[in-house]
């Protein structure tokens, strides 16, 4: 069992920057990857990002590439992400995930094990 805590949410202006963390309650596995997600309100939950914990290769959505960053700290079992240049489409609530068998990153909300309990973010004009 893996407990997910998400913190680093709030209410920032466009253009500006937030980032999010992921605090795991147990130890991160070599095999396992690790995703941000975001549902906002009357749509459906979207892959945002993802990192497999083993040799750090990332994947992210179109919509956040080159705004967003995802990262880990292996040492802490924490996983990270920068967003910078948020739009207002970005408002949502984010949830990490962990997929606990994961030979390569995968963006299918189904193979992911093990969820958070969100963290709301706000873009206001």
């Known amino acids: 069992q893996v407990q997910l805590v998400e913190s680093g949410g709030g209410l920032v202006q466009a253009g500006g920057s937030l980032r999010l963390s992921c605090a795991a309650s147990t130890r991160i596995f070599s095999n396992y990857a690790m995703g941000w997600f975001r549902q906002a309100p009357g749509k459906e939950r979207e892959f945002v990002a993802a990192?497999?914990?083993?040799?750090?290769?990332?994947d992210y959505a179109d919509s956040v590439k080159g705004r967003f960053t995802i990262s880990r700290d292996n040492a802490k079992n924490m996983v990270y992400l920068q967003m910078n240049s948020l739009k207002l489409e970005d408002t949502a609530i984010y949830y990490c995930a962990a997929d606990t068998f994961a030979p390569r990153l995968l963006r299918d909300i189904k193979e992911y094990d093990y969820w958070g309990q969100g963290t709301q973010v706000t873009v206001s004009s």
């Open positions: 990192i497999r914990w083993s040799g750090g290769m990332t």
